[in-house]
């Protein structure tokens, strides 16, 4: 059964920092791809990071230079690290998961509300 849950969100200030969790189980984390999606009230839900089954990694115009995800497989987990927030990043934040042969995310979790001010 694949389970993906996020955890870290909360509010801050701007010019603050978060860390998002996304843990996993039911599969294994290095042979996915995993993302990191946002919606905020009344907008498209948005990419904002992905890093690959090969390490290889990528942002949203809106992340480069203040968002870097990571992984850790020992821990099934991987991360987002938010930096510089600005109010425009308040959302909704997901994790996703994707077997590399496909372009659609598969497997959600259910979402941790990050909320700058």
């Known amino acids: 059964h694949v389970q993906l849950v996020e955890s870290g969100g909360g509010s801050v200030q701007a010019g603050g920092s978060l860390r998002l969790s996304c843990t996993t189980s039911g599969f294994t984390v290095d042979d996915f791809d995993m993302g990191w999606y946002r919606r905020a009230p009344g907008k498209e839900c948005e990419l904002v990071s992905v890093?690959?089954?090969?390490?290889?990694?990528r942002y949203s115009e809106s992340a480069k230079g203040r968002f870097t995800i990571s992984q850790d497989n020992t821990k099934s987990t991987w991360y987002l690290q938010m930096d510089s927030l600005k109010p425009e990043d308040t959302a909704t934040y997901y994790c996703?998961?994707?077997?590399?042969?496909?372009?659609?995310?598969?497997?959600w979790g259910r979402g941790t509300q990050v909320t700058v001010s």
């Open positions: 890093i690959k089954s090969d390490g290889s990694t």
């Open positions: 996703a998961a994707r077997e590399p042969t496909t372009s659609m995310f598969g497997y």
